[in-house]
């Protein structure tokens, strides 16, 4: 007898060749569209168009800031550049107080006003 000879009846377990699929169980099918999103999209139409800029500027104006504050201060922490560092650290906090304004300005209904207006019945 051969020791590394090839003998099909060696390993009767063992399959012929892997197969990848039979790791783990198969992947869930995805949700079929229900009426709820479609709620959820005729909501966000409802919308008044200056909320719905105010809420994007300030998304927008929010990550601005997150990552001018992050970024500034590792270049002053770690590179020693203070004055760059500090320039972009100073545009997170311009970033961040333009958040608070469109945020202040959605809480005391400045976006919100021509919706009211018009549910009123006002021009």
């Not at 060696?10 to 992947?27: K, M, N, R, T, V």
């Not at 999103?37 to 139409?45: G, P």
């Not at 304004?101 to 809480?107: A, F, S």
Request: net charge negative.
């Amino acid at each position: 007898m051969i020791p590394f000879e090839d003998d099909e009846d060696a390993w009767p377990d063992e399959p012929s060749e892997f197969d990848p699929d039979s790791l783990g169980p198969d992947p869930p099918e995805p949700p079929d569209p229900t009426p709820e999103h479609s709620e959820v999209v005729e909501a966000a139409e409802e919308a008044p168009d200056g909320l719905f800029r105010a809420f994007w500027a300030s998304v927008l104006s929010l990550n601005v800031a997150l990552a001018a504050l992050a970024v500034g201060g590792m270049m002053a922490y770690f590179q020693g550049d203070y004055e760059t560092g500090g320039l972009v650290v100073l545009i997170g906090c311009v970033a961040a107080v333009g958040t608070l304004r469109y945020y202040w300005g959605v809480k005391t209904g400045r976006y919100g006003a021509e919706k009211r207006a018009d549910e009123r019945g006002e021009p």
